[in-house]
């Protein structure tokens, strides 16, 4: 059976792709980027989440839930031995305030098609269809492919949300099913690359290089970190790679925002230069400016 692990689906969604669409999270990606908002969507596998605000004073349902014992209250609140924990869900499932939840589903094609068909009509009236985003879609290509191939059996419009760090026959697979994809570019230089997302930047360019060539549509993401990426030198660069790359016309700006750091908080995991702030206006703007100067179509936000 192919199935695959998929972390959230967001309905209504108006900031990933043309219309109304449905966001398919898939859950594993293979870089670590210091301003990941969605934490959650690393690991390739399950993970248990505990929110402490939302914890009942008194409430000990959780610990009675667990068969393995993983689950204790102590005078802190709630504390889980990862070692013993074997993810069953009986305590999420049982938590009467969604303090702990299960992140991550394995789901079949047909799963995944019911939750899409459910939204047909809004994707019928405004020119809506499915994003795969993520972690990263192409982790899972073969479960991707299924479900892309399904959807263009449906006539329903298809992005595909990618760093774009994968083999290049993942994107050769997929390229025919996809009609829009959604590249993101964090830095031109390797070394930076490297520091700040953990894999080199090689892969991605010629990636990006090749799926221009071959004719896909293609929509550029660059995420603006103040102190990684938004100086003037490095935008000027990637405006200057980008214009060498055959149809490619429009870019999306998004700027850092600290959205997910109650994620790793939740996950009970390190977040790495914690001391990141958004960019300012003025830096936005700035580089907006000089991307429009190159040619481009510009928007700030998915």
């Known amino acids: 059976?192919?199935?695959?692990?998929?972390?959230?689906?967001?309905?209504?969604?108006?900031?990933?792709?043309?219309?109304?669409?449905?966001?398919?999270?898939?859950?594993?990606?293979?870089?670590?980027?210091?301003?990941?908002?969605?934490?959650?969507?690393?690991?390739?596998?399950?993970?248990?989440?505990?929110r402490a605000d939302r914890c009942?004073?008194?409430?000990?349902?959780?610990?009675?839930?667990?068969?393995?014992?993983?689950?204790?209250?102590?005078?802190?609140?709630?504390?889980?031995?990862?070692?013993?924990?074997?993810?069953?869900g009986r305590c999420a499932e049982i938590c009467p305030t969604d303090a702990l939840r299960i992140i991550g589903r394995e789901y079949t094609v047909e799963e995944i098609l019911r939750e899409?068909?459910?939204?047909?009509?809004?994707?019928?009236?405004s020119g809506g269809g499915v994003t795969f985003s993520g972690g990263e879609p192409l982790n899972q290509i073969d479960f991707l492919e299924a479900v892309l191939?399904?959807?263009?059996?449906?006539?329903?419009?298809?992005v595909v949300d990618t760093s774009g760090n994968a083999p290049w026959e993942h994107l050769e697979r997929i390229r025919p099913l996809t009609d829009l994809f959604f590249y993101d570019i964090k830095h031109m230089d390797d070394a930076r690359h490297r520091e700040t997302t953990g894999v080199s930047n090689r892969l991605i360019l010629d990636n990006l290089r090749a799926l221009s060539r071959a004719g896909a549509e293609i929509e550029i993401r660059i995420p603006l970190i103040p102190g990684v990426n938004d100086d003037e030198d490095h935008i000027r660069g990637l405006a200057g790679f980008l214009k060498g790359q055959p149809g490619i016309e429009n870019i999306a700006l998004l700027p850092y925002h600290r959205i997910g750091t109650q994620k790793y908080a939740d996950?009970?995991?390190?977040?790495?230069?914690?001391?990141?702030?958004?960019?300012?206006?003025?830096?936005?703007?700035?580089?907006?400016?000089?991307?429009?100067?190159?040619g481009f179509n510009v928007k700030k936000g998915g």
């Open 1 to 50: 059976m192919n199935t695959g692990w998929i972390f959230d689906i967001k309905k209504y969604a108006v900031h990933d792709g043309p219309g109304i669409r449905t966001t398919i999270f898939f859950k594993g990606c293979p870089l670590r980027c210091w301003w990941c908002h969605n934490p959650e969507g690393i690991a390739p596998e399950p993970e248990l989440t505990f």
């Open 149 to 158: 191939s399904a959807c263009r059996e449906r006539g329903i419009h298809t």
């Open 267 to 294: 996950l009970k995991r390190l977040r790495r230069n914690t001391d990141l702030s958004p960019p300012a206006d003025e830096t936005v703007e700035r580089t907006r400016r000089i991307l429009v100067e190159s």
């Open 116 to 125: 899409i068909e459910k939204d047909r009509v809004f994707y019928d009236q």
């Open 56 to 88: 009942l004073d008194g409430c000990r349902a959780c610990v009675g839930a667990c068969p393995e014992r993983a689950v204790t209250r102590t005078a802190e609140g709630v504390v889980i031995d990862a070692a013993a924990c074997r993810l069953h």
